[in-house]
């Protein structure tokens, strides 16, 4: 169902092309697990619980005749507290910067008012490539992936007009399906350019902002649903351990994890702080990974009561 980009571009670069594409999508429809199976490491932090993406990651794919940056957002919904504006506007910003769009919609679910929300916003966007990306397809057979494919395709001549979107691919970042295709069409609608980061760069996020959405990550495994719009977490610092041999380096990573009520940090910590320590455990692999190097890992829960709601404590917060 895919419809090639056949618009003809200058040959500025000797065929090569780069630039920005963003995936959008209501909450829990796959993006960061997608990101993460586009650029072949983990980048973006995935979870069962929605809204676990608070970040717009940015994800790059290199090729011999291409580079892709992924921007990873939060899911798009109807916002019911400031956080979660501030959510939809971090969003909003990011599709009016890139080059074009990848709209998730999970092959498992109906199509449903969250979607038909998100479509409405993208077609307000103006001239930006729609791509529609099926995500999930190795959740349902073959007959149910054909029905959802033309329920999208039917979704996008409802709101983009006629034409519909750019393209429809399903995909299945769970067993690699046609996860290059996607690489392969989002490519496609990129404008002629050299390469805009050093080969082998994988993101340009700073590593704190990593190090703080891997420990998320850990913390939401597990718990209950509520927990996830409520828990944020700030690295204070990340300092070399003094007094340490060169051929052993040890760093320091100090890490405060917010929540809003006290029940929510009884439910981090667990009994007996057997908790905290499983998710201080679970994170450290990943953040030795992206370190490179050992780490003490010394976390702490506070209190912020109802920071969704303080503007204050969003911005300290870094929201």
Known sequence: MSKKNKDAVPDDFGGFRAGFSVLVGRPNAGKSTLTNALVGKKVAITSAKPQTTRHTIRGIVHREDAQLILVDTPGLHRPRTLLG??????????????????????????????????????????????????????????????????????????????????????????????????????????????????????????????????????????????????LAVVVEEIVPREDRPDDNPLLDVRVNLYVERPSQKAIIIGKGGSRLREVGTNARKGIEALLGTRIYLDLHVKVAKDWQRDPKQLVKLGF
């Not at 074009?100 to 930006?128: S, T, W, Y």
């Not at 046609?178 to 340009?204: F, N, R, W």
């Not at 704190?208 to 420990?215: D, K, T, Y």
Request: charged share 25%; proline share 8%.
């Open 85 to 230: 504006k501030r959510l939809n506007d971090l969003v909003a910003d990011t599709l009016s910067e890139v080059d074009a769009i990848g709209f998730c919609l999970p092959a498992n679910e109906k199509i449903g008012p969250g979607d038909r929300f998100i479509a409405a916003q993208l077609a307000a966007v103006g001239r930006k490539p729609v791509i529609a990306i099926v995500t999930k397809a190795d959740l349902v057979d073959n007959q149910a992936l054909t029905e959802q494919l033309l329920a999208v395709a039917a979704l996008g001549r409802e709101v983009m007009g006629e034409d519909g979107w750019k393209d429809i691919v399903p995909v299945s970042a769970a067993d690699g399906f046609q996860v290059e295709t996607v690489a392969d069409v989002l490519i496609g609608h990129m404008p002629p350019s050299p390469p805009l980061y050093p080969d082998g760069e994988l993101t340009d996020e700073p590593e704190a902002v990593m190090v703080a959405e891997l420990i998320r990550e850990a913390a939401l495994e597990g718990v209950r649903d509520e927990l996830p719009h409520s």
